[in-house]
């Protein structure tokens, strides 16, 4: 078949292998000059089945609410007059229940774990080792009796969830890790969770990039979607600023863009972006203490990944619309943030600041797989766990299209809960 992919973050691309490996011939639109140019671009680096789980979770609201106006605070509401906010927002209150959250997490899990698992035999098959990929699982870090008390709790559902882990105490944290000998930050427990990893997802993007070009795959960057065109209850072409492609099937992976293209065809996808930042800090010397697992700052909500001769630190959730606005004291924060647990050894001179969208669902998990158009797909709405999930919803679309059946089930993934 001929396949048209919208979009070259890391879904739309491993997406595009996935089909092409499967021998359809594929196309992907992207309006950016190269791919993974956005939320692809500075993610934290981990990649965390353990951690993948909804936004959506008891407790929540509250949390958001006391944090609202402190200009500082690590989960941030800003109200739009925006329909599309409020109506995600209703739809997301109704999720943030001990019930619902389990059901998302699970939903989450099956998915998390089958993508990381499709992301090493990938980059296996392919040799692909150049996206500063290690498996050295992330270190869960409470600063707070608090947080102790969550971190206890936590560890006792992740046995629900069939997630490894190891309980350390203050005095054991050293000894696992001794690159956090020198830190500033005073730890009241910590959760080892073996089964993470971490890389850098604009990296393996690009690599994907050039492997597919060689492959044949058509690459029509700088080229804007606009909309569809319909026959029947069928997609027949979509249009782009650079004329109409007409194609057998159409993948939709746009992200927080993704919404407003399918608007007009009737179908209200509740995607909306969850804003975070980033710093990268190269390391200037062998002095930098070595610290191989991701760190999970929960007091800071900040996550810390070595990313080869790089730190990378990304955290904070704003819900308040599409803009990319960066304000400096963000930085400031995930800097002291970094220098907290990594004193030494870093190139402060050379901070690469960003800020992201993260293209999040009400409940949780992403949208996959077929529309009530025929020929219009769907990998959409992964949030934070975009670079977690990507190999694995990927995996899933492609066997869609291809008319086979997925290896992992499909109950709660589909469009089908939101009738698209």
């Known amino acids: 078949m001929k396949v048209v992919v919208l979009g070259a973050g890391v879904v739309g691309m491993t997406t595009a292998y996935y089909l092409e490996r499967d021998g359809h011939e594929v196309a992907v639109v992207e309006r950016h000059a190269r791919a993974a140019n956005e939320t692809s671009y500075g993610n934290a680096g981990g990649l965390c089945p353990s951690f993948a789980g909804p936004w959506a979770a008891p407790g929540m609201v509250s949390k958001v609410l006391r944090m609202m106006w402190q200009s500082h605070a690590p989960i941030r509401f800003r109200p739009r007059w925006s329909a599309h906010q409020w109506r995600w927002i209703v739809r997301w209150l109704g999720e943030c229940n001990a019930q619902n959250f389990r059901r998302n997490k699970l939903r989450m899990q099956r998915v998390a774990h089958y993508s990381l698992a499709?992301?090493?035999?990938?980059?296996?098959?392919?040799g692909l080792h150049d996206f500063d990929f290690h498996a050295d699982g992330t270190l869960w870090l409470f600063r707070t009796p608090q947080e102790l008390?969550?971190?206890?709790?936590?560890?006792?559902?992740?046995?629900e969830f069939g997630v490894p882990w190891r309980w350390l105490e203050p005095h054991e944290i050293n000894a696992h890790q001794p690159g956090l000998?020198?830190?500033?930050?005073?730890?009241?427990?910590?959760?080892?969770l073996p089964?993470?990893?971490?890389?850098?997802?604009?990296?393996?993007?690009?690599?994907?990039?050039?492997?597919?070009?060689?492959?044949?795959?058509?690459?029509?960057?700088?080229?804007?979607?606009?909309?569809?065109?319909?026959?029947?209850?069928?997609?027949?072409?979509?249009?782009?600023?650079?004329?109409?492609?007409?194609?057998?099937?159409?993948?939709?992976?746009?992200?927080?863009q993704a919404p407003f293209l399918l608007r007009p065809l009737g179908l209200n996808l509740p995607v909306y972006p969850l804003k975070g930042y980033s710093i990268t800090v190269p390391l200037a010397s062998s002095t930098a203490p070595d610290v191989r697992p991701a760190l999970m700052d929960?007091?800071?909500?900040?996550?810390?990944?070595?990313?080869?001769?790089?730190i990378r630190a990304a955290g904070m959730a704003e819900l308040g619309g599409y803009g990319l606005d960066a304000d400096v004291a963000q930085r400031d924060l995930?800097?002291?943030?970094?220098?907290?647990?990594?004193?030494?050894?870093?190139?402060?001179?050379q901070i690469e600041f960003w800020a992201g969208l993260r293209p999040m669902t009400p409940d949780g998990p992403p949208i996959l797989g077929p529309t009530r158009w025929r020929g219009l797909f769907l990998n959409a709405g992964h949030g934070s766990n975009g670079w977690t999930q990507a190999c694995g919803t990927s995996r899933i679309v492609a066997d869609l299209v291809s008319g086979r059946r997925p290896e992992v089930g499909l109950e709660g993934l589909t469009g089908e809960r939101y009738k698209l």
Request: charge should be positive; charged fraction near 25%.
């Open 118 to 126: 499709c992301l090493r035999s990938l980059a296996e098959r392919e």
């Open 149 to 159: 008390a969550h971190g206890r709790l936590a560890a006792l559902a992740l046995d």
């Open 181 to 192: 000998a020198a830190r500033s930050a005073a730890i009241t427990g910590a959760i080892f």
């Open 195 to 256: 089964a993470d990893a971490s890389g850098d997802s604009h990296l393996f993007t690009q690599s994907l990039t050039r492997l597919l070009s060689a492959r044949g795959v058509k690459l029509r960057f700088n080229t804007t979607v606009e909309g569809f065109d319909t026959e029947g209850d069928r997609i027949i072409a979509v249009r782009t600023s650079a004329g109409r492609l007409t194609a057998d099937a159409f993948v939709l992976a746009l992200g927080n």
């Open 298 to 310: 929960e007091h800071n909500k900040v996550m810390i990944s070595r990313l080869g001769s790089r």
């Open 334 to 349: 995930l800097l002291r943030v970094v220098r907290e647990f990594i004193p030494t050894g870093l190139d402060e001179r």
